[in-house]
């Protein structure tokens, strides 16, 4: 597509409920993160998938989180047993290759209401 | 603690007024920098980088300074429209390390007509 799509892009959630975060990233792009960007704060970085390399899952805040990248593209982000806390826009973005040599372009992000 | 941060976390111009918008960070590693803006209910949009071995670039409309010795970036808006009322991010990465952008809390731009 034209850019990164993320879905849903509103999801409330009663806490201890499971939710997955969609990203489809724009085509070609080899690398895709995921951040956390809470109520007024700035972007907590979470997880980086740069092609076939095992993912940078140093952000991920709790062993709740976890995200897989299927087939070099489309990317989900479930977070297990919800937490109030959780509350946050989860932002994902993709380029061409690591940070140092392409820009990142971000989806509009999905905002998730924990109960 | 975070390792890029911005010295205001508001600012408030009038339209037509030159806009400046500092960063300071902590990882002298780092040699990529990036400025984004973020409107309300919107992802960050590019807007500027910059890498180490420079000290200035300019787009349209903005300039990015980078000072290695006192590890401070700063955002520079000609010309300040309404539109370009957001919030305002820096962010820096340790280049070819494979790292992830790390980002500052940000600064919110509002423009006045």
């Known amino acids: 597509g034209a850019g990164v799509s993320q879905s849903p892009s509103n999801k409330v959630t009663e806490k201890g409920k499971d939710v997955e975060l969609r990203c489809d990233p724009i085509?070609?792009?080899?690398?895709l993160y995921w951040y956390r960007q809470s109520l007024g704060q700035g972007l907590e970085f979470l997880i980086y998938f740069q092609g076939n390399s095992a993912p940078d899952k140093s952000g991920l805040p709790s062993d709740r989180f976890s995200a897989e990248r299927t087939g070099g593209s489309v990317s989900t982000l479930t977070i297990q047993r919800t937490q109030q806390e959780d509350s946050a826009v989860y932002l994902c973005a993709s380029s061409f290759g690591q940070p140092g040599a392409n820009v990142l372009t971000f989806g509009a992000g999905s905002r998730l209401t924990v109960l | 603690g975070e390792s890029v941060g911005l010295h205001l976390p508001t600012l408030s111009v009038q339209e037509g007024d030159n806009s400046i918008i500092n960063c300071a960070y902590s990882?002298?590693?780092?040699?990529?920098f990036i400025w984004y803006k973020q409107e309300s209910g919107k992802g960050p949009q590019f807007i500027i980088d910059i890498r180490s071995n420079m000290d200035k670039r300019q787009g349209q409309r903005v300039t990015v300074l980078l000072n290695k010795t006192v590890k401070h970036l700063s955002l520079q808006i000609a010309a300040t429209q309404p539109g370009d009322s957001a919030v305002y991010f820096c962010?820096?990465?340790?280049?070819?390390?494979?790292?992830?952008?790390?980002f500052g809390k940000g600064t919110t731009l509002s423009v006045s007509s």
């Open positions: 962010a820096e990465n340790m280049g070819q390390a494979g790292t992830a952008l790390i």
């Open positions: 085509s070609g792009h080899t690398a």
């Open positions: 990882n002298s590693a780092s040699d990529y």
